[in-house]
């Protein structure tokens, strides 16, 4: 970067990490006598290419914010809950870091796992002390609010086991057809979304088709070729059909890429497991008239369809399967349950295996790849729901039976494998081969990877991880457990949560159910901007936590797979850097989280877990014995990666590190011999032990969802039929409002207000009118459960008849956000947050809700 | 024939699964890191199994062990301790949590 150094210190153009959401964009600050002026995107920097959204520009509204908290205040009223006046008493930080002392040092001698400790997927993972001084403590009770509300625990799982990667994107650069469903990839939600943009841009000029499968025309539809409405939570049965009109119908599979990447030859036998090798126990292959082990490097070909005998038993590869499976699903079946269409349904399916050109290759830089250009995305409005591991399941098949998968042209892993820096060889990690010959992820962000799969084990943690052995986790079964833990055989009940720049009344469900839950727990903490709801209602201290723009942080190379562009293009790593000091009395809570350790006395285990969760080798790992300030820390992260010559100070003046990706690191399939799952064989087992634990603990638990093959199952909003509830009420994101943080930034506020969705009732034109209702007409939105939230209904002929869309997470009471009081809606509300509204395979939270809309009277 | 001294350090979510943060082991000189486990998991019982081994004996995902500061691959069970001659060696089984992330 030219013009953006400056004097440490002083003023000048700053480069950084926008923080106003996950994604890390790139970014340079003015700074002029002190004072932040303009934000704005880094051009030299790959995570944003120079763009911003509106959020980003908007970050100097939220750093100069006159209602941000400045004290701790400590409440004096013992009673919590909604609407309870705690009191609050300002006192020093001295006095507040005393208090949790005290309290965290008789937990931790007791027993550290009643120690809670609630991060957000709002703000982006830096080093997030919090979480490694929740490893270091002892506690295994740490989760991210939001996780299962806002995000994708079914995308994610089979982004790991088809992708290698957290999320994923079309390859832009090559893709000709383009299928979102609920989604925006590449238009505003997401990941990446200031790059992918502008990617996406060039991929619909240059003709990429694209068709939006959707029940609101959402940001994405609104651009796109074709808009195709559909029934909320009904993607699976759509997707589904296109597989068996492809498979059964057209004969379209990409045969090649499923023998030699894929468990599709696989023999399977009538129960549903593999066929195994009585010597080695490998799976089992048909060749020529005989099985063999998978990897018998005698295989002349591998059969996909058939049936055979093997050792008496009666079984067919995986392909075969998959193929008569499919079958139940016709267009016409399909159609009664989306409704969509079977003659679009049809369309579809021959567009999309059509514009794949399975076959056909391409030659970048002189190699000679596959080229599949076509691709399906999807996130949290089609996976959002009770069976989003099904879901996902389905969608992802699409683009595996026509091999549209990390090549040229299809669906592209976000970065996942790394070849490292040319000088150093770091970060590295990729894709292995791991047991069965199945693809095991490595540099995934998530603690827990889905493959090779976990043990199910009697429940130890709030989240009840243990019962999600191929899930990677969710923050909905804390808000159970915590309420009946006895109930969930934990052996111990929650003594102090410590909320980290999360808002969870607001992001967890109905929030008179979370307060509830939480309502039990002694001793609550929260850092924070502001006095939100959460804190208002349940903490018993509020730390002020400073702003992004006047943090220290790192990026961790974890998030090389979920917030660097996808395909072609450069490897960067940034560093986040105080571009004004916080204001008197705030503090940084990483800062806060690293004293916190030393008068706890665990400084030393800070360190040691800081080694491990930072891939520090030596000589660049931290003394156990020492103490570091962070920027000790993060000096030695950044030397660690990338040589001596690049310390944290060099990171401060360049803002950023960047080397070119190489070909096989982006296009990585035909280089490295993995296979993926086409037939989620190792569910079944997973499912059997998970049944077992559960049963013999007494549990409610369901497991039917453990299944090799995807299906199609309604969610309780399409079971209950009721007189007069004929709506799927759902949440949405959009892409000016970060969940429930950003209202109370006036300029985002602004633009909310001036748009028909962000503080509105979305609903369809014509069945509002039969109902009497209005555009700007107050409504009141019920669900069968009784839960009821009130709106301003917005009118569009652009919305499926029985979809009620509500954006993103407003309907705020604090009166620590005056900016945001009473603005729009809080969906989640409408749910009772239950497991019943919950897919037991990934934890994703089901957010659709069957309801009825009348006119406010009042 | 010789031993082996194996002090080992629990770090991270061990309570539950082990009752102490520190263990003596004394084992074969061409101990591999799985007899550890092994070792660890006759010890420990059933829980600690559960929580070190995934479905097909690696170590879960979540398990890092460390060896004379040397971080062993999940699935490198058959990596030997210490290298010819030597009597002692130092490991590390951190446990993190499966923390529910989205
Ligand atoms: S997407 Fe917007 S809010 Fe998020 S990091 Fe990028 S500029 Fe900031």
Request: aromatic letters at 10%; charged letters at 20%.
């Amino acid at each position: 970067m030219t013009e953006a150094r400056l004097q440490p210190g002083g003023d000048g153009w700053i480069p950084t990490i926008c923080s106003m959401c996950y994604n890390q964009c790139g970014v340079r600050v003015h700074r002029v006598n002190g004072v932040v002026v303009k934000v704005e995107g880094n051009p030299d920097t790959p995570y944003g290419m120079g763009r911003l959204c509106g959020k980003g520009v908007a970050a100097i509204m939220t750093l100069y914010d006159p209602h941000r908290l400045k004290k701790p205040l400590k409440r004096t009223n013992p009673q919590k809950g909604i609407g309870v006046d705690p009191q609050w008493e300002e006192i020093t930080w001295d006095k507040a870091l005393n208090i949790m002392v005290n309290k965290l040092s008789a937990i931790r001698k007791d027993d550290p796992r009643k120690l809670i400790i609630a991060s957000s997927v709002a703000i982006p993972d830096g080093i997030r002390l919090d979480w490694q001084f929740g490893v270091a403590f002892g506690t295994c009770n740490r989760y991210i609010s939001g996780a299962s509300t806002h995000c994708g625990a079914g995308e994610h799982l089979l982004g790991y086991l088809k992708h290698a990667s957290w999320n994923k994107f079309a390859d832009y650069e090559h893709c000709n057809y383009l299928l979102l469903f609920g989604c925006n990839a590449g238009f505003s939600a997401y990941y990446s979304p200031t790059s992918m943009a502008q990617k996406c841009a060039d991929a619909r000029r240059r003709g990429m088709k694209l068709v939006v499968v959707d029940p609101i025309c959402n940001t994405s539809a609104e651009k796109a070729d074709e808009w195709v409405p559909i029934r909320v939570g009904t993607d699976a049965a759509l997707a589904l059909a296109m597989i068996n009109v492809l498979l059964n119908e057209l004969g379209v599979f990409d045969a090649a890429y499923l023998k030699h990447h894929t468990n599709a030859p696989y023999l399977v036998g009538e129960d549903g497991l593999y066929i195994r090798d009585k010597g080695s126990s490998l799976p089992l292959v048909w060749d020529n008239d005989s099985p063999k082990p998978y990897n018998d490097p005698t295989i002349e070909d591998f059969a996909l369809e058939g049936r055979y005998q093997v050792d008496g038993q009666t079984c067919q590869p995986a392909f075969s399967r998959l193929k008569e499976h499919v079958r139940a699903y016709t267009p016409e079946e399909a159609a009664k349950i989306t409704t969509v269409p079977a003659a679009t349904i049809r369309r579809l399916a021959q567009e999309f295996g059509q514009a794949a050109q399975i076959g056909s290759k391409i030659f970048i830089q002189g190699e000679e790849l596959p080229l599949r250009p076509a691709a399906v995305l999807y996130f949290s409005g089609a996976q959002g729901h009770k069976h989003s591991f099904l879901t996902s399941a389905a969608l992802e098949l699409l683009n595996a039976v026509v091999g549209a998968c990390d090549v040229p042209g299809g669906v592209l892993g976000a970065n996942a494998l790394c070849l490292g820096h040319p000088t150093t060889g770091l970060p590295t990690y990729g894709p292995k081969e791991g047991p069965d010959g199945l693809m095991v992820a490595d540099g995934w962000r998530g603690m827990r990877k889905p493959f090779p799969p976990g043990r199910a084990s009697p429940p130890e943690s709030f989240d009840l991880s243990e019962l999600f052995p191929v899930g990677i986790g969710s923050s909905l079964p804390t808000v159970v457990t915590v309420a009946d833990p006895q109930g969930w055989k934990i052996p111990y009940e929650a003594e102090a949560m410590i909320i980290v720049a999360s808002n969870v009344l607001m992001s967890l469900g109905n929030p008179e159910t979370v307060a509830e839950a939480f309502a039990r727990i002694p001793f609550i903490v929260s850092f924070n901007l502001n006095l939100n709801e959460t804190a208002d209602a349940l903490a018993d201290l509020v730390l002020p936590d400073a702003c992004f723009l006047e943090k220290l942080d790192i990026m961790h190379n974890r998030l090389l797979n979920s917030r660097l562009p996808t395909g072609e293009g450069e490897w960067a790593l940034l560093v986040k850097q105080p571009v004004v000091p916080p204001p008197e009395g705030v503090r940084d809570v990483n800062e806060v989280v690293l004293e916190l350790a030393e008068r706890l006395g665990i400084s030393g285990e800070l360190n040691a877990v800081l080694n491990v969760w930072l891939r520090l080798r030596p000589p660049y790992t931290l003394d156990v014995n020492k103490r570091y300030t962070l920027a000790e820390i993060f000096d030695v992260y950044y030397r660690c990666l990338f040589g001596n010559e690049h310390s944290l100070e060099w990171f401060k003046e360049h803002g950023c590190i960047k080397w070119p990706k190489r070909l096989r690191e982006v296009y990585w399939r035909p280089f490295i011999p993995v296979r993926t799952p086409i037939y989620f064989e190792h569910f079944i087992s997973v499912g059997n032990e998970v049944r077992e634990v559960t049963q013999r603990l007494g549990l409610e638990w369901d497991t039917v969802d453990y299944q090799a093959l995807p299906d199609w199952r309604p969610c309780l909003a399409h079971e209950i039929k009721k007189d007069g509830f004929d709506f799927y009420a759902f949440y949405y994101k959009v892409a000016w409002h970060t969940f429930s943080w950003t209202q109370q930034n006036p300029w985002l506020d602004e633009v909310a207000r001036q748009e028909a969705w962000s503080y509105r009732v979305l609903l369809n034109e014509r069945v509002a009118q039969e109902r009497g209702i209005k555009e700007g007409d107050p409504i009141w939105v019920e669900s069968t459960e009784g839960f009821k939230v009130k709106g301003i209904a917005t009118l569009s002929q652009a919305v499926h008849p029985e979809a009620l869309a509500i954006a993103g997470n407003g309907g705020h009471w604090a009166p620590g956000l005056p900016g945001a009081l009473g603005k729009g809606a809080l969906g989640a509300t409408l749910h009772p947050t239950n497991f019943q509204y919950m897919d037991f395979v990934s934890g994703n939270q089901d957010l659709c809700a069957k309801a009825r809309v009348y006119k406010d009277k009042g | 024939m010789g031993f082996l001294d194996v002090a080992v350090s629990f770090r991270g979510i061990t309570r539950g699964v082990v009752d102490a943060p520190q263990v003596q082991l004394r084992l074969s000189p061409d101990a591999t890191v799985a007899d550890l486990l092994h070792s660890l998991g006759d010890r420990y019982g059933p829980r600690f199994q559960e929580r070190v081994f995934a479905q097909d004996g690696s170590l879960q995902s979540y398990v890092t062990l460390v060896v004379n500061g040397a971080t062993v691959e999940g699935s490198d069970l058959g990596h030997r301790l210490a290298a010819e001659g030597q009597e002692q060696v130092e490991a590390q089984v951190f446990i993190f949590s499966a923390m529910a992330g989205g």
